[in-house]
């Protein structure tokens, strides 16, 4: 089984804090991506790596950045916290690319800006 | 902007009956399309992957694929009250990426 494990299931900063969030997968998958998830505006994507050392823009990337050092780990900053960025986050995982695989879900981290 | 619509439901269903999902997708071009489920508070879950027009049949879930019509169904028998979740639509992009719908919410009463 893909195994996609998030740092923290839930996270507490303040405003203007730098965040970091944490994924890491076990089955050698090159393709990982984060999304964020809000009541009544569904999945959207925030940046997603096709491999080491490469990353690409989602749909909202703004105040975000990421870090892909190793193929295993994906990491999601945010680089001065604000309260809109309470959410919950959801990194994913898939092989090959292009790729007409499934994503696989971590457990989400949900995060809360005071 | 491609989009997957979903309806937002919710769609409630009586036990042991058939729940059916719809979804429709804008990009005629999409090759590869995925149901998840998503429990309250949990991250979405596979149910089933569908590559070609027609039904795929996994135990009690059938995914039903029309490329020419641009929709995506998924339907649920025998639904059991465990299946009360949101179903997530979701279609491959261009880049490799998911285009999510924003999910259709079951609700199956015993």
């Known amino acids: 089984d893909v195994k996609v494990t998030q740092s923290s299931r839930y996270l507490v900063k303040r405003t203007g804090e730098k965040v970091f969030l944490e994924c890491v997968q076990d089955?050698?998958?090159?393709?990982m991506f984060w999304y964020r998830q809000d009541p009544g505006l569904g999945l959207r994507l925030i940046y997603f790596s096709y491999d080491v050392k490469m990353k690409e823009k989602g749909d909202i990337p703004e105040g975000y950045s990421v870090s892909r050092e190793k193929k295993e780990r994906f990491s999601l900053i945010l680089e001065s916290a604000s309260t809109n960025q309470t959410s919950m986050y959801l990194c994913?995982?898939?092989?090959?690319?292009?790729?007409?695989?499934?994503?696989?879900f971590g457990d989400g981290t949900r995060l809360s800006i005071l | 902007q491609k989009e997957v619509e979903q309806n937002s439901g919710p769609l409630s269903v009586p036990e042991g009956a058939i729940a059916s999902l719809n979804c429709t997708y804008s990009?005629?071009?999409?090759?590869?399309f995925f149901w998840y489920r998503q429990y309250s508070g949990k991250s979405p879950e596979l149910i089933m992957s569908i590559y070609s027009n027609g039904d795929k049949e996994d135990g009690r879930f059938t995914a039903q694929l029309n490329k020419a019509s641009q929709y995506v169904s998924l339907l649920i028998r025998d639904s059991q009250p465990s299946d009360s979740a949101t179903y997530l639509c979701a279609v491959r992009g261009s880049q490799g990426n998911l285009i999510f719908g924003k999910g259709t919410k079951l609700s199956v009463k015993p």
């Open positions: 089955m050698d998958h090159e393709n």
């Open positions: 990009d005629r071009g999409s090759q590869s």
């Open positions: 994913a995982s898939s092989l090959g690319h292009p790729s007409n695989q499934p994503q696989h």
